[in-house]
């Protein structure tokens, strides 16, 4: 199936700081979606990036859709304890848009 | 509330035993989903459907089977041929549009004895 190649697999950071996440994939990708998923609950979406080139901020969250339409990172500025969790990104395949593939996710983890 | 429900949350089973997930959702979305996902590993497609009484495997659907009876509906059979069935299962839907979003359950996990 259709990769998704996301990094880093986990971070460990301090309170207040800024994190950077990725994710490449070698297909272009027409939608780039990030979600957070808590412990033990369903991920959630945080953005949605349908265009490239595309910049998208959901307050301290922002993505980018890369201008080649194969990458996307995700933004945390001033990181707090409750933005820890699992990050994936994710999309639908080129060839069928209902086939919905997800990174293997970034795991965050926040020190107070 | 609309939403999407799976059930049980927890679930054990002996091996050599079938058993079923449940999944509904009351959003009228036409497309449903099922991930399993286990650590490290993020998510892996299982099965989706896009329609009533129509379904497509995913990247690792040997051992398990679906149904779509109902648009609401969309269970999953995890049966005694899949040979590693401990996980968290994950089922999803997804409305008509270009948002693309997903909209998850809450998961029920699976623990073989």
């Known amino acids: 199936g259709q990769q998704l190649n996301q990094s880093p697999q986990s971070m460990f950071i301090q309170e207040g700081e800024d994190v950077s996440m990725n994710c490449t994939s070698s297909s272009i990708f027409n939608t780039w979606l990030w979600y957070k998923q808590d412990p033990g609950e369903g991920p959630v979406l945080l953005i949605a990036l349908y265009k490239a080139g595309e910049l998208t901020s959901n307050g301290r969250l922002t993505a980018q859709f890369g201008i080649t339409r194969k990458d996307s990172f995700l933004n945390i500025s001033a990181s707090i304890p409750s933005d820890v969790g699992i990050y994936f990104c994710?999309?639908?395949?080129?060839?069928?848009?209902?086939?919905?593939?997800f990174g293997a996710g970034t795991r965050l983890t926040v020190k107070p | 509330d609309g939403g999407i429900t799976q059930s049980p949350k927890y679930l054990f089973r002996k091996e050599g035993q079938n058993v079923t997930l449940s999944c509904e959702q009351n959003?009228?979305?036409?497309?449903m989903y099922w991930y399993r996902q286990d650590p490290g590993q993020g998510l892996r497609l299982i099965y989706y459907?896009?329609?009533?009484?129509?379904?497509q495997k995913g990247d690792i659907a040997e051992g398990y089977s679906v149904s779509r009876e109902k648009k609401e509906s969309f269970p999953l059979t995890v049966t005694s041929a899949q040979k590693n069935p401990t996980a968290f299962y994950l089922c999803?839907?997804?409305?008509?549009?270009?948002?693309?979003?997903?909209?998850f359950g809450e998961g029920s996990r699976l623990t073989v004895l």
């Open positions: 999803a839907s997804r409305g008509q549009g270009h948002t693309g979003e997903l909209f």
């Open positions: 959003l009228n979305h036409d497309a």
């Open positions: 994710a999309g639908p395949t080129p060839y069928n848009n209902n086939d919905m593939r």
């Open positions: 459907s896009q329609i009533v009484n129509d379904f």
